[in-house]
């Protein structure tokens, strides 16, 4: 069979961007409009002819609107099977009339839970259960129905209305697979709500994770390879995912990976802050009392590492922090920030060599970042933790030697602490004036963590501080940074060679604090 003509059109929305219009283009197709409640009052003010579903099903709404749509004069007119001799006899029987377009989409849940201080019994009322049926209804008989749920589809699906009288079997298809991947995910939604509520600590039994294709990307992690970024539904904050791109060619699958450690290191900073990413570990990163300083020093961090690196900044940049970037010899593969200034994108965009492949990201204000949690797939599963975000315990810290760090060590060593969380373990991190000047990442040895360190740091090891992302088991790292002239150490502790590691501290006047927290990131 053909597709059917579209004769009438049920319309039942919470949304009512562009419904006007498309309403009143359908009218002057002569489809027949059937609406309920507050969607037929704002039809009928634009004066667009409506019939009352009440007066149709002679049932009237009730309950506050909760039961108004939910009649078999409605479901069987949606699904009915148009080349159903039987169908079609049932409709004729019962003075039933087939509906073969609706335009159906739904109380807004989502943005209702996401207000701060929603009641349980609001978010309740705000769980629609007759347009979901509708919904499922006309997507289920998408040969002959066609299902709109969202105001994006009605320019389309009008021009074929218009053109033909109908739509065509493959938009129906694709009208069908957007509005059951929509009740899944506003079911995901309800479910994820109340679990949550249920749950005082520890995890839900069931878990459903809904996202939505962003966009294609230019390869995965390696050339051979395809891949695409999802966003996750309802997540919300400035994220590298919903970022705003002002300049550069498309992302790739490591370009994001990089964009994101890179806003996760200089997001928790009060001060202006910039990170210098180069294969997911920092290769520099610093604070500074300007974001060009903070810029400045973070990129002296390691500068071979950081040619074709990956920026994270904290603050708006600047014209000044863009001439810095723009000095020969300087190569930047991307920048995320809160914004970036008019005259900073002219320059980033104009002068360095660079200037059209450089990909600038927009991510809007960075507020503080809510504890969540970190999802990573392993083959048959996903493993699930809460995330490292947890501001540190500082009045918890305990300095185990005989000497003391002063005030200014004490605020490296905090720095220093912050650096080595962001840093592939084994992880060692040398610093020195709020600045990475040396990090040892991803060696199966810690031992061979700090000679990296070390090395990288150069001789700027003297009267700088070393990090540990765990304990040190034996005295040998402790002896290998004294000889660098490393002037403080913090570590977690909690090993069973912490006493020896504390005596080689004291034999070389070093100051040590245990924090009692470990960092590793795997």
Not at 316 to 323: G, Q, S
Not at 375 to 385: A, C, K, N, S
């Amino acid at each position: 069979m053909s597709s059917p003509p579209i004769k009438r059109a049920l319309i039942s929305v919470s949304d009512k961007l562009g419904l006007v219009d498309f309403a009143q283009g359908l009218a002057a197709a002569g489809v027949e409009i059937y609406s309920t409640g507050g969607t037929r009052r704002h039809l009928e003010q634009s004066g667009i002819e409506v019939l009352d579903v009440a007066e149709y099903t002679g049932f009237p709404e009730m309950m506050d609107g909760r039961v108004k749509t939910l009649h078999p004069r409605i479901f069987a007119g949606i699904l009915c099977r148009h080349d159903r001799e039987d169908d079609m006899a049932s409709l004729e029987e019962h003075e039933i009339l087939s509906f073969e377009l609706v335009v159906v989409n739904l109380y807004p849940f989502q943005a209702t839970i996401a207000k701060p201080d929603v009641t349980k019994a609001q978010a309740i009322e705000q769980i629609d259960i007759g347009g979901p049926s509708l919904v499922r209804a006309a997507a289920k008989n998408a040969r002959f129905t066609s299902i709109v749920t969202n105001p994006e589809q009605y320019s389309s699906v009008l021009d074929e209305v218009t053109e033909s009288g109908c739509t065509t079997q493959e938009t129906r298809d694709q009208l069908s697979a957007a509005a059951f991947a929509m009740t899944a995910e506003y079911d995901r939604a309800i479910s994820g709500y109340f679990a949550e509520s249920e749950v005082d600590g520890g995890f839900t039994r069931n878990m459903t994770i809904s996202m939505r294709l962003k966009n294609e990307l230019r390869y995965g992690e390696n050339p051979h390879q395809q891949a695409a970024v999802y966003s996750m539904v309802g997540y919300s904050g400035a994220n590298v995912v919903n970022a705003r791109q002002l300049n550069g060619k498309d992302l790739s699958y490591n370009n994001l990976l990089d964009l994101d450690a890179a806003l996760h290191i200089v997001r928790p900073f009060t001060e202006a802050a910039c990170s210098v990413i180069k294969h997911n570990n920092p290769c520099g990163a610093a604070t500074g009392d300007s974001l060009a300083e903070a810029t400045r020093k973070a990129m002296a961090g390691d500068p071979l590492s950081a040619f074709g690196s990956i920026l994270g900044m904290n603050r708006v940049v600047d014209e000044e922090t863009a001439e810095l970037l723009s000095e020969p010899g300087l190569f930047v593969e991307a920048i995320v920030a809160p914004d970036f200034s008019a005259s900073a994108i002219g320059i980033l965009t104009t002068k360095p060599k660079w200037r059209n492949n450089v990909r600038l990201m927009q991510v809007g204000t960075l507020e503080d970042q809510q504890v969540e949690l970190s999802y990573r797939h392993i083959h048959g599963g996903m493993l699930v933790q809460d995330a490292d975000v947890i501001a540190d315990d500082y009045p918890g810290w305990e300095v185990v030697t005989e000497t003391e760090p002063n005030e200014p060590l004490v605020s490296e060593l905090k720095f220093a602490w912050q650096m080595v969380r962001h840093i592939k373990s084994n992880a060692i991190a040398v610093c020195r004036e709020q600045s990475l000047v040396g990090a040892g990442a991803g060696q199966m040895s810690r031992v061979d963590s700090v000679e990296i360190a070390i090395r990288k740091a150069g001789d700027r090891t003297q009267g700088a501080v070393l990090s540990s992302d765990a304990f040190f088991p034996f005295p040998d790292s402790i002896h290998a940074a004294a000889e660098a002239g490393i002037a403080a150490i913090i570590q977690p502790g909690g090993s069973r060679g912490d006493e020896s590691v504390i005596e080689a501290c004291n034999e070389h006047g070093i100051p040590m604090i245990f924090t009692g927290r470990r960092h590793f990131k795997h």
